[in-house]
């Protein structure tokens, strides 16, 4: 059986997301229960030169819309990053989620071949559709999504691999 591109994107992703926002959910929980502003775990970091919580969020986001977008030829929607509460990290969870669920499965037909190019600070990078969604795409959103989980249970709040993987 072969898998489409959009099978190995999309499905998963939504999961994932879902997952995200459960997540996000235990660490408001959290901080309403322990009386923390919840500007103490959306800044937090795992470490000083890392991304705080709330960026971490927005680039798995990014991840996901990107590679939706790239694969699936439409229109990357631009999403500004301004996020500070949890509130609003699920709203913008909600909205790729609602992106990446409007690009018909049809569009990523072919799309293993077709070629992205990525205008990074450190200089262009070259993929081939299946590359970029293997090597990029799918690393970087588990990543991301993962450090969103080890900053909130390194904080305290209870969260286990179900929570993550969405069982």
Do not use: W
Not at 55 to 81: F, S, T, Y
Not at 86 to 94: D, N, T, Y
Not at 125 to 150: E, I, K, Q, S
């Amino acid at each position: 059986m072969q898998i489409s591109m959009y099978e190995a994107l999309i499905p998963v992703a939504s999961r994932m997301l879902n997952s995200l926002s459960k997540i996000l959910d235990k660490g408001a929980a959290f901080a309403e229960a322990k009386k923390i502003e919840q500007s103490v775990l959306t800044g937090a970091r795992l470490a000083p030169d890392m991304f705080p919580l709330t960026r971490q969020v927005q680039i798995a986001c990014d991840m996901v819309k990107g590679g939706a977008a790239r694969l699936g030829g439409v229109e990357l929607p631009k999403h500004e990053d301004t996020e500070t509460t949890f509130a609003e990290l699920k709203a913008r969870i909600a909205k790729v989620q609602s992106f990446i669920d409007s690009v018909p499965a049809a569009n990523f037909a072919g799309s293993e071949d077709r070629a992205i190019t990525l205008n990074m600070r450190r200089g262009d990078l070259h993929f081939n559709g299946l590359d970029y969604l293997r090597h990029f795409v799918m690393p970087n959103f588990y990543f991301h999504v993962t450090t969103v989980y080890a900053i909130l249970r390194h904080n305290g709040v209870e969260l286990g691999k179900d929570d993550f993987l969405g069982a």
